[in-house]
T-cell receptor, first 112, second 115 residues
């Protein structure tokens, strides 16, 4: 059972575009929602994370939008660059545990 | 560089064999996590240790075991290996467990190939 559903599976944008990656969940016990970036041959790197009491969080060019009632959250990458080309994973964890449950990943390609 | 180190980087072994993967957490981190990444299962949580004790278990096979040593490094032991165990194995660490421990930093991974 996929507890965190991520879409799209792949995304292609031009440099300067704003790719948006979406995730949805059903488990209301989730209280922590991070996004990770993974380059080929590397480990996932923590990008940005949000908790349900906040509707939006920005760190540099990365923004998380969180809709608690819809049980959805999304990652926006402003002014995307070719160096942002990577696979992005959303994840979630319950309030009483640290284990992360990952989405299936989105492969982003940013062309010059 | 996350500060989490893993060895070896690559491992090729035969079915039925046993291997040990090693992880050193970031300096000061007490919690260590193991994850498996494969094409068909994605990124899956295996097990967590906190300050030497097992804290949580995920979809870890009985053929797999782990431990965390007094110096906080961790080892993941995989035995009776099968072709389906071929995957990337990641270690992650966080400062502590609980609410403040949710920021996990991943190592570079060990790529295991079972032939």
């Amino acid at each position: 059972q996929q507890q965190v559903k991520q879409s799209p599976q792949s995304l292609i944008v031009q440099k300067g575009g704003i790719p948006i990656i979406n995730c949805a969940y059903e488990n209301t016990a989730f209280d922590y929602f991070p996004w990770y970036q993974q380059f080929p041959g590397k480990g996932p790197a923590l990008l940005i994370a949000i908790r349900p009491d906040v509707s939006e969080k920005k760190e540099g060019r990365f923004t998380i939008s969180f809709n608690k009632s819809a049980k959805q959250f999304s990652l926006h990458i402003m002014d995307s660059q070719p160096g942002d080309s990577a696979t992005y994973f959303c994840a979630a964890s319950e309030y009483n545990t640290d284990k992360l449950i990952f989405g299936t990943g989105t492969r982003l390609q940013v062309f010059p | 560089d996350s500060g989490v180190t893993q060895t070896p980087k690559h491992l090729i072994t035969a079915t039925g064999q046993r291997v040990t993967l090693r992880c050193s957490p970031r300096s000061g981190d007490l919690s260590v996590y193991w994850y498996q990444q494969s094409l068909d299962q994605g990124l899956q949580f295996l097990i967590q240790y906190y300050n030497g004790e097992e804290r949580a278990k995920g979809n870890i096979l009985e053929r797999f075991s782990a431990q965390q040593f007094p110096d906080l490094h961790s080892e993941l032991n995989l035995s009776s290996l099968e072709l389906g165990d071929s995957a990337l194995y990641f270690c992650a660490s966080s400062v502590e467990s609980g609410t403040s421990g949710k920021e996990q930093y991943f190592g570079p991974g060990t790529r295991l190939t079972v032939t």
